[in-house]
């Protein structure tokens, strides 16, 4: 048995300008460069509260819990728009195909319960996934290879069987840190046949290797 363990912010839908508009709107409240500041520090894959602590340390302001969970919360307010991200219906329809030949598929996100709930509700999905790790489900976020590692131990599978896919240099380490070591690169700049080329060619690898 093999598995693909998947990302989802950028990869399963492309939610990079959401996140990062919902931080701009934040941050007016705070300074009128906002959207200057956010521009030249924004990392997609980085936790919220990790990149809010980075963000108001910027700015001088001391880290208080108080003002830390009110910024998380406005944040999500801005951010809860999914209805207008697009979805990736190419790869979801292709991990589809995989589940029917006994693959085991992993959402592992470091995103809310909320947002992967959203997400699953409108792709209609919730069933595609064997196990879903989000950001409630491990104490350290990616970087950390926590939440890869408990989505192997669920499905009961060794990092040598599963393949990743992933968005973000963050993504790429969280992965590469629990010692997968195919892990695949989706993003922006992915040429669509060239991916999907080298996710069948890494699923065969894992496959010769049982």
Not at 12 to 20: R, V
Not at 81 to 105: G, H
Not at 170 to 183: D, E, F, P
Request: glycine share 4%; with cysteine.
């Amino acid at each position: 048995m093999i598995g693909v363990l998947v990302d989802l912010d950028g990869v399963l839908w492309f939610s990079e300008k959401l996140h990062k508009d919902a931080f701009i709107k934040v941050f007016e409240e705070l300074t009128v460069d906002a959207r200057k500041l956010v521009n030249q520090t924004w990392e997609f894959g980085e936790p919220t509260h990790q990149y809010a602590v980075r963000l108001l340390k910027i700015l001088g302001i001391e880290k208080q819990e108080q003002i830390l969970q009110d910024f998380i919360v406005k944040k999500r307010f801005y951010a809860n728009e999914p209805d207008f991200v697009p979805l990736n219906t190419r790869l979801i329809k292709k991990l589809s195909q995989m589940k029917k030949n006994n693959i085991k598929l992993a959402l592992v996100s470091s995103s809310s319960n909320l947002n992967v709930g959203k997400f699953l509700t409108l792709s209609k999905t919730p069933n595609l996934f064997d196990f879903k790790v989000d950001s409630t489900m491990v104490v350290n976020p990616k970087p950390s290879p926590d939440c890869y590692n408990y989505a192997m131990h669920k499905l009961k599978l060794a990092p040598d069987k599963c393949l990743a896919i992933e968005d973000s240099e963050i993504g790429i380490q969280s992965a590469t840190n629990a010692n997968i070591k195919i892990v695949l690169k989706y993003s922006g700049e992915t040429k669509e046949d060239e991916f999907y080329a080298k996710l069948e060619s890494g699923v065969k690898k894992i496959q010769k290797n049982d």
